[in-house]
């Protein structure tokens, strides 16, 4: 992650025009850092030469990113007769790292990610959720113990990124609604109770999205919609979340379907929630997505006539998505993991929908997250806050 996301405003943010003398070293330290980010390892003199810096400004910088513990610096072993062995300067992954928990109604996952995206360690715990002080201490309990597991060195950590169901207010203080599970007012610093780190409060069908879209440098604009017990998404413009004037920017599941017609948790009827909510299908197996995909794929009659029936619906969904965004689609939450293969039927009942005779196979896209994408986004965005804020200078 990072470079390549980078990379659309840079020529703008280097142009000496807008930039005072802060704003020029900071560029220059972050163009430093980026590219031994890509590199991974690179000599003084391949930095200066690439970058076109001067040889003590690239000192001086790599000085600093080495005292942050940013990088390290080792000879490197080169056979050139006659001549020094240069030193080669390594960019560390592991320099940061962030944790992040995803909550829902029966579990709860931590992940350890690096600066680079990369998971460090999963743990995946069945919890049922609880609004009460003994469930706040099983979350500290759960970043300690994911700490232990993975080894970290506390100063290390950046922070502890907690995504729960339900929306947040602006501030990131409080769940402005929390119906979903019962959270609706609970607060940061509740939910912080037990944990000794910096923390954020993150909508989960944010927290998913925004580990998409880190994880893909081709995508800048997309709608992810998380098809999960209910329905949310969440939208990136520029790589950054939308998130309206109000809160409810990428509701999804509460866009009309059919008009009275099945009663949605929201009061109202007919939104697509009652329909394509990952439920309509896991009730008919016991609860259990894995058993109903088996069962669909051993060719059980009764769930394919079902499972064309929701892929009618979701073709809908994903076609009025398209028209209002015109964005990238990516199909996320429990369902995500599954859609894989059934990605052409999708698509064949998207495109007879288009006004514009367009192919879906351009900007419709299953998940890559398949597991833990809400705990990943949660703790990525520690991971860019420290990305975009760490090698500011005002000297
Ligand atoms: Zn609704």
């Given at each position: ?45 391949e930095i200066a030469y690439t970058l076109q810096l001067s040889l003590p400004t690239v000192t001086q910088n790599l000085t600093y990113l080495t005292e942050l513990g940013l990088i390290s610096c080792e000879n490197k072993v080169i056979n050139r ?315």
């Open positions: 992650m990072g470079a390549a996301k980078e990379s659309p405003g840079h020529a703008e943010e280097r142009n000496p025009i807008h930039m005072n003398i802060a704003d020029i070293k900071t560029d220059n330290r972050k163009r430093i850092y980026s590219y031994l980010r890509e590199q991974s390892q690179a000599t003084k003199q007769a006659g001549g020094r062995n240069p030193v080669a300067y390594s960019y560390i992954p592991d320099a940061r790292v962030a944790i992040g928990l995803d909550i829902t109604r029966h579990h709860i996952k931590s992940i350890v990610t690096d600066l680079d995206g990369q998971i460090i360690k999963y743990v995946y715990r069945r919890k049922d959720y609880q609004r009460n002080d003994d469930y706040l201490k099983v979350l500290g309990n759960e970043v300690e113990n994911i700490i232990a597991m993975a080894g970290l060195q506390r100063e290390k950590i950046l922070g502890v990124g907690i995504a729960v169901p339900g929306l947040i207010d602006r501030t990131g203080e409080y769940v402005y609604d929390g119906r979903v599970i019962d959270n609706h007012g609970m607060t940061r610093a509740e939910f912080s109770r037990y944990i000794s780190f910096k923390t954020k409060l993150i909508h989960d069908s944010a927290a998913a999205g925004y580990s998409e879209i880190v994880h893909s440098p081709d995508i800048h604009n997309a709608c992810y919609v998380s098809l999960g017990s209910s329905i949310g998404g969440s939208v990136f413009i520029n790589d950054k979340v939308y998130l309206g004037d109000g809160l409810f920017s990428c509701e999804f599941g509460h866009l009309n379907l059919i008009p009275d017609g099945l009663p949605c948790y929201c009061g109202q009827k007919g939104c697509f929630d009652s329909y394509c909510n990952s439920e309509v299908l896991s009730s008919l197996t016991g609860g259990d997505l894995f058993t109903f995909f088996d069962r669909l794929n051993n060719g059980d009659e009764k769930l394919r006539t079902i499972w064309d029936t929701y892929l009618q619906n979701l073709a809908t969904l994903i076609t009025e998505i398209r028209m209002m965004f015109g964005s990238s689609i990516i199909i996320g939450g429990e369902i995500g993991p599954f859609i894989d293969k059934y990605l052409p039927q999708l698509q064949v009942k998207i495109d007879v929908k288009s006004p514009f005779s367009e192919k879906s196979a351009s900007f419709l896209h299953a998940c890559r997250n398949k597991m833990e994408a809400i705990a990943s986004g949660a703790a990525l965005y520690f991971v860019q806050e420290f990305l975009d804020t760490a090698l500011e200078t005002t000297d």
